[in-house]
């Protein structure tokens, strides 16, 4: 567990400094697109429309259990050949594991939000968000667009970053993989609609378990931060907020570190919003704060989440001296 821990650390390290290099997945195909291939071949093969509700929901279950375990198998695999190669092997380990980190690649996708608000002006800045975001962006005033990059900051920071880190922490490169399978398949299949809602029920339900101890951490961890960096009312505002509103979100677990960072920056966000042409209404989380925000909120709320990942980095250390 200490070799574990020590290589989590040294893969935070790497994620946040090199990130996703362009060049390299132009030239190999990414885990995640072949994790995405897997799912598709298993939702053409299995979810057919002439079976029963019940019976879909079973071949839904039968396919996530399928990639689950085809992803422990391929983790333990891989952690078994790294351990045959000495210290070539740790190396190789840690850098499989920053691949499946994102905090560089989250900071420079929001911080291009940032940039094209203060740059070229809301059209840019609706382009930019629309990159990481579901939402209809084209109705979005630019409060709106800080606010769908603040959201997708804090939520993205948990399931992008926390969850990974928390289940390679625990079981190594098995549960990285399988956390990583679970969330793709979940973005892919777990939605509502009519083709997925009762095939995906068990990877979204899943999902939603295998979130749930991350999220709340990155809740805390965003916590800390804001203390860290704005000292205690801030965290306390972080505090109260996170734990009275977090439950406003349709989600079981983004309302942790989204209320949080909406009590740490003092600003309001979720409400009502568009997807496909549909309205969202959610009540607001902080409703008392900010609501005119701007460029300048994102890059605090970028300073907020460098400093909680710092706080993840701090977490890894102790579990790593305490084992």
């Known amino acids: 567990m200490t070799v574990q821990f020590l290589s989590l650390i040294a893969a935070l390290f790497l994620d946040r400094w090199v990130g996703d290099p362009p060049w390299l997945w132009a030239r190999l195909p990414h885990p995640v697109v072949i994790f995405g291939k897997a799912i598709s071949f298993l939702d053409s093969l299995l979810n057919r429309r002439s079976l029963a509700p019940s019976l879909r929901r079973l071949a839904g279950v039968a396919a996530i259990v399928i990639l689950l375990l085809a992803s422990l198998v391929g ?4 952690h078994r050949l790294f351990m045959l190669l000495g210290p070539l092997g740790f190396l190789l380990e840690i850098a499989v594991a920053a691949v499946f980190l994102a905090q560089k690649s989250l900071l420079d996708h929001v911080k291009a939000v940032a940039d094209a608000l203060k740059a070229e002006g809301l059209a840019a800045g609706r382009r930019a968000v629309s990159m990481i ?14 606010r769908a990059a603040l959201e997708s900051l804090s939520e993205n920071f948990a399931d992008g970053v926390v969850a990974p880190a928390f289940w390679y922490g625990l079981f190594g490169l098995p549960g990285l993989l399988a956390y990583k399978m679970l969330n793709t398949a979940d973005s892919m299949i777990g939605h509502k609609s009519e083709t997925y809602l009762h095939f995906g ?5 899943l999902d939603d378990l295998a979130n749930w101890p991350a999220a709340r951490l990155a809740g805390w961890l965003i916590v800390a931060a804001a203390w860290a960096g704005e000292g205690r009312i801030a965290a306390h505002r972080a505090f109260s907020v996170m734990m009275a509103d977090h439950g406003l979100h349709r989600s079981p677990n983004s309302g942790w570190p989204e209320a949080a960072c909406a009590g740490a920056l003092d600003v309001a966000l979720a409400g009502p919003r568009l997807y496909a042409g549909a309205r969202v209404s959610e009540p607001m989380m902080n409703a008392a704060g900010r609501r005119n925000v701007s460029a300048k909120d994102i890059l605090s709320g970028l300073g907020l989440i460098d400093r909680a990942w710092a706080g993840l980095v701090l977490v890894s250390v102790i579990c790593m001296l305490l084992t």
Do not use: F
């Open 201 to 205: 029920w068990a990877s979204a339900r």
């Open 75 to 78: 983790g333990y695999a891989l």
């Open 133 to 146: 975001v579901g939402r209809d962006t084209t109705v979005l005033d630019e409060a709106g667009v800080t």
